[in-house]
């Protein structure tokens, strides 16, 4: 069974950066399809990125695209979310999920790490 681990966040400014990483455990991350979400208080969880296995597909909520992105190192076991151009908006808990594909996640979920933009 697999265990995810989020690290990185925090506070940062308006148009600041940010990476998030997943360390995951067990053998068959390399079969995996990863991806990130988002709840932010008051609001329903949403989708952020997701990636492929291989690291050949990657599927973006329009709200982060082009600046936001997804990536994985399968040597290290580890998913990463760089975040740039942030916005006080992107301020939630950003969770890593794991699962079949892109569009089939949710099969096992990390405990979450807070990211807070400041205006």
């Known amino acids: 069974q697999m265990q995810l681990a989020e690290s990185g966040g925090g506070l940062v400014q308006a148009g600041g950066s940010l990476r998030l990483s997943c360390a995951a455990s067990g053998l068959t991350f390399r079969n995996s399809a990863m991806g990130w979400f988002r709840q932010a208080p008051g609001k329903e969880r949403e989708f952020v990125a997701a990636?492929?296995?291989?690291?050949?597909?990657?599927r973006y909520a329009d709200f982060v695209k082009g600046r936001f992105t997804i990536s994985r190192d399968n040597t290290k076991n580890t998913v990463y979310l760089q975040m740039n151009s942030l916005k006080p908006e992107d301020t939630a808990v950003y969770s890593c999920?794991?699962?079949?594909?892109?569009?089939?996640?949710?099969?096992?979920w990390g405990q979450g790490t807070q990211v807070t933009v400041s205006s």
């Open positions: 990636i492929s296995n291989s690291g050949g597909i990657r």
């Open positions: 999920t794991a699962g079949t594909t892109p569009s089939n996640l949710g099969n096992y």
